[in-house]
Each structure stands twice: as C-alpha cells, then as structure tokens.
Nanobody, 122 residues
Framework: QVQLVESGGGLVQAGGSLRLSCTVS????????MAWFRQAPGKERTFVSV????????YYDDSVKDRFTISRDMWKNTVYLQMNSLKPEDTAVYYC???????????????WGQGTQVTVSS
C-alpha cells in the first residue's frame, strides 16, 4: 500500500516562498516517480512538476519553470517542492502523486496525497 502525506502549505504574500513536502510510505527498496499537481478554485487539476525515481530527471510546467524546484531525499522518502517568487495565480490546492513511470497526466498516477492549500495574496 502506497501512502502519501503532504505538508507545508499556507498563506504567503506575492513574491514570497513556500516549501511543500510529501512523505511517501512504500515497500522497502521500492522507488516511485513523484509529481506535484495543483487545482485552482473552479479549475481542473493540472501538472506542475515531476521527478524521476532516482532524482536525476525533473520536468516543469512552463508556468512554474525557473520559480519552482522539485527535489527528493531518498533516505527520508520525501519529495519537496520549493516555490519561490510566488504569484496570486499560484493559489491552489497542491497534490503530491506517485507512479512507477515518468508521466505528466494525472490519469497516469494511481497514488495521491490529500492535498495542501497554498494561498498567495497580492
């Protein structure tokens, strides 16, 4: 059973920073591809970033490129999303997701966290 627990959301002013964390519970030795998605109020959930199962590959949506950084700590089974230069349009519920292969669409991720709210005020 794979379980994901996010933390780190909150309220921040535009231009500020937040770091989200996602701790993954998996079988010993199992490594998964991890991603972040977000869902703004009244909108569909969209892809933000993905990181390979060993951390060597990362990819970002254009809307967050050069502002957000995804990383992972293999020993802690934790994935991070460092968000800098936040904008009001980054306001959303952020979800951590896991899969066994590199994918970019939410339908390809079978495991999801409960989400954490990020609100950026102008």
């Amino acid at each position: 059973q794979v379980q994901l627990v996010e933390s780190g959301g909150g309220l921040v002013q535009a231009g500020g920073s937040l770091r989200l964390s996602c701790t993954v519970s998996v079988r010993t030795g199992e490594r998964l591809v991890m991603a972040w998605f977000r869902q703004a109020p009244g909108k569909e959930r969209t892809f933000v970033s993905v990181i390979g199962d060993r951390g060597g590959y990362t990819y970002y949506d254009d809307s967050v490129k050069d502002r957000f950084t995804i990383s992972r700590d293999m020993w802690k089974n934790t994935v991070y999303l460092q968000m800098n230069s936040l904008k009001p349009e980054d306001t959303a519920v952020y979800y951590c997701a896991a899969a066994r292969y590199i994918r970019y669409d939410e339908s390809s991720f079978p495991y999801w966290g409960q989400g954490t709210q990020v609100t950026v005020s102008s």
